[in-house]
């Protein structure tokens, strides 16, 4: 009787041990499948968010191209570094531009988007007529449309363009135009500044 019981004892504790197993291994496989479900919703929520704001930004570059298209007369005649009223509107969609583009998840496309929408504020650089500048944002913004275009195909990023590089170097000439022009009239006040009178002898 004794051997009968404790046999029974053996397999109750063997079905015990083996259900708790089971059901630990049940917990365990159940906790990585909403995990893995978790990451999955997280990277798709994340390429919508993206896939919106390359939207957003590529739609208020088209709407910049046909201003800058508009622009006529005066507005591109004037010399580049009086202020006109198309800068202003320029630089409200590329600010728009700018806070899409912020939006995007992947660096790689921030970083390179970077670079025309850096130097289409630059666009003083371009020339000595508005003519210039509005020509200069308006490439700037061809690339960036290139860029972003690349990203919603989820193509390889495309090499800056001639029109970057040289306008890169615009950049460089100018601001170093800029530096020695203050260098000389620091040099030209200090050399022209007045004397301080001699003291009065007492």
Same mark, same amino acid.
Not at 8 to 26: D, E, K, N, Q, R
Not at 34 to 43: G, I, K, M, V, Y
Not at 161 to 182: C, G, H, N
């Given at each position: 009787?004794?051997?009968?019981?404790?046999?029974?004892?053996?397999?109750?504790?063997?079905?015990?041990?083996?259900? @708790?197993?089971?059901?630990? #291994? !049940?917990?365990?496989? =159940?906790?990585? #499948?909403?995990?893995?479900?978790?990451?999955? =919703?997280?990277? #798709?929520?994340?390429?919508?968010?993206?896939?919106?704001? *390359?939207e957003t930004a590529m739609s208020e570059l088209i709407q910049l191209g046909q201003f800058l298209g508009s622009i006529r007369g005066a507005e591109v005649e004037a010399h580049v570094e009086d202020n006109r009223p198309w800068i202003t509107t320029a630089g409200d969609h590329l600010k728009n531009v700018e806070l899409a583009v912020a939006r995007i998840p992947d660096r790689k496309v921030r970083d390179r988007v970077k670079i025309p929408l850096d130097l289409a504020y630059r666009y003083r650089a371009s020339g000595s007529r508005h003519f210039f500048a509005v020509r200069w944002v308006g490439e700037m913004a061809n690339d960036m449309i290139d860029v972003l275009s690349?990203?919603?195909?989820?193509?390889?990023? &495309?090499?800056? &363009?001639? !029109?970057? *590089?040289?306008?890169?170097?615009?950049? =460089?000439?100018?601001?170093?135009?800029?530096?020695?022009?203050?260098?000389?009239?620091?040099?030209? @006040?200090?050399v022209h500044r007045p004397e301080a009178d001699p003291p009065t002898p007492s």
């Open positions: 009787m004794e051997a009968e019981v404790l046999a029974g004892l053996i397999g109750f504790g063997g079905a015990v041990f083996g259900a @708790v197993i089971g059901g630990g #291994t !049940s917990l365990i496989a =159940t906790k990585l #499948t909403l995990n893995h479900q978790r990451d999955q =919703t997280s990277e #798709t929520r994340l390429q919508e968010l993206g896939h919106a704001a *390359t690349a990203n919603l195909r989820r193509d390889k990023m &495309p090499a800056l &363009p001639e !029109s970057v *590089t040289k306008a890169q170097e615009k950049v =460089t000439a100018y601001d170093e135009r800029i530096r020695l022009r203050q260098e000389a009239l620091i040099e030209h @006040v200090v």
